[in-house]
């Protein structure tokens, strides 16, 4: 037998070293040791994209393809003529963070993107349809949250509510005893603490007119 027909020489398949980790949803393999030393934690990132058609299903048809765990998403314009800024609350191990940043960051509509300090300024804004038998108990909760009565009749009772996360956790909790029939909830929007810019991209308008965009060089 010739020695192309023996093949290479080797240990036998079973005794060959076999690598530890599991392999994730793109088929690479993880190393178990570091991944045990990222746990998830949840953060948020703005990104300044260009405001075209599509650009949202864009975003989210990246996020479901690379199973990356968003939390929510809010859109909506910019002091910038034709921009618009996404907010996206995320879960994920710090690798899954940076690979968020960098796969966005990769799309020619994103113009900028960065995740947020903790010391970011957050609110998002929540509709509760509760039952109306006890419209005095209602109005004195929202009151309590600073909300506003948006519509109220004989068997329901609408509010709206803003502030942060855990504001806005805190009142559902408290309008449950009166039977929420539907909530609807946008999510966190959010912007950086004092004069510090959010993301690189954006700058105020000066003269009450939306200011114009700068290319994008992508």
Same mark, same amino acid.
């Given at each position: 037998?010739? %020695? ?9 398949? @079973? =005794?060959? #070293?076999?690598? %530890? ?11 178990? $040791?570091? @991944?045990? *030393? ?13 405001? $075209?058609?599509? /650009? !949202?299903?864009? /975003? ?40 968020? =940043?960098?796969?966005? +960051?990769? !799309?020619?509509? /994103?113009?900028?993107?960065? @995740? ?6 957050? +609110? ?8 109306? *038998? ?8 929202? =009151? ?5 009565? !948006?519509?109220?009749? #004989? *068997? ?12 806005? %956790? ?11 029939? =539907? ?8 912007? +950086? ?8 991209? @954006?700058?105020? +308008?000066?003269?009450? *007119? ?9």
């Amino acid at each position: 037998m010739s %020695d192309s027909q023996r093949g290479l020489q080797g240990p036998a398949p @079973e =005794e060959r #070293p076999h690598p %530890d980790g599991r392999r994730n949803a793109q088929g690479i393999r993880i190393d178990p $040791e570091a @991944e045990s *030393e990222h746990e998830p934690r949840r953060t948020v990132l703005s990104a300044i994209v260009e405001h $075209e058609p599509g /650009v !949202l299903s864009r /975003v989210a048809g990246l996020a479901a393809r690379r199973q990356f765990n968003i939390e929510s998403l809010t859109v909506g314009p910019t002091t910038v003529d034709g921009h618009a800024r996404i907010t996206m609350v995320v879960e994920e191990p710090d690798p899954g963070i940076d690979q968020i =940043e960098k796969q966005l +960051a990769k !799309l020619k509509p /994103v113009i900028s993107i960065g @995740e947020l300090d903790d010391d970011a300024v957050r +609110a998002e804004l929540v509709l509760l349809k509760v039952r109306g *038998e006890e419209p005095d108990k209602v109005h004195a909760i929202t =009151e309590m949250y600073d909300g506003q009565t !948006l519509d109220a009749g #004989p *068997e329901t009772i609408t509010v709206q509510l803003t502030g942060d996360e855990h504001k806005i %956790d805190d009142a559902v909790d408290a309008f449950r005893r009166f039977g929420i029939i =539907e909530i609807a909830r946008t999510g966190q929007t959010a912007l +950086a603490h004092g004069a510090k810019k959010t993301v690189p991209g @954006e700058e105020p +308008a000066t003269s009450g *007119e939306p200011t114009k965009p700068t290319p994008n060089t992508k």
